[in-house]
Every structure is written in structure tokens, then in C-alpha cells.
């Protein structure tokens, strides 16, 4: 059974930062591409990072500069770093990971940003 679980999430302040987490069970974490998404009230589904399995990675403008998306193969679990937060990066983040046509999502961490 595949399990993607995210951690990390919670209420962070204008400026500051978190790290969020997603531990893989269930799949041979090294072979999948490994992404976080977010989801804000009333709006679409949004990709934030990627990772690849050679470790190359991509981020959404919105983010570029001040997050960091990060793979531990050893400990299957990808990580998300996102500094100088926002109000508009408030929303449900979710790990996902890929690999042929294969999808899984987790179950989703919420972040909010608010003073």
C-alpha cells in the first residue's frame, strides 16, 4: 500500500518559514519523481516544486527564490523549504510522486500565514 505523509504544517507569520515533509511507503522512492502542490481556498490545485530523480529541480514563479524542494532517497522523504512567507502562500500543500503512470497524492498539511 502506498502512503505519502506530509508534516510540517501550521500557522507561521508574514516572514517566516517552514519546512515541510512527506515520508513514502510503498514505492521505490528513488524511482518517482517527487513534486509538492498546493491548494488555496476557491482556486485550482497549483503546482509548487519538482524534483527529479537525478535531483534536478523546478519551481513555480511564484515561489522562485525563496523555497527550496530537497530528496533524502535514504529516508524516502522529500522536503519542502519555504522562506519570507505570505498571506497568499496560505493554502493546503500536498506531496506527490510519479513515476511511469503511476500518481499518488498525500493527504495534504495545511499552512496558513497570518499574523
Known amino acids: 500500500q502506498v502512503q505519502l505523509v506530509e508534516s510540517g504544517g501550521g500557522l507561521v507569520q508574514p516572514g517566516g518559514s517552514l519546512r515541510l515533509s512527506c515520508a513514502a511507503s510503498g514505492i521505490i522512492f528513488g524511482a518517482n519523481t517527487m513534486r509538492w502542490y498546493r491548494q488555496a481556498p476557491g482556486k485550482e490545485r497549483e503546482l509548487v516544486a519538482s524534483i527529479s530523480i537525478t535531483g534536478g529541480t523546478t519551481y513555480a514563479d511564484s515561489v522562485k527564490g525563496r523555497c527550496t524542494i530537497s530528496r533524502d532517497n535514504a529516508k524516502n522523504t522529500v522536503y519542502l523549504e519555504v522562506n519570507i512567507l505570505q498571506p497568499e502562500d496560505t493554502a493546503v500543500y500536498y506531496c506527490?510522486?510519479?513515476?511511469?503512470?503511476?500518481?499518488?497524492w498525500g493527504q495534504g498539511t495545511q499552512v496558513t500565514v497570518a499574523s
Open positions: 506527490y510522486a510519479a513515476r511511469g503512470g503511476n500518481v499518488y
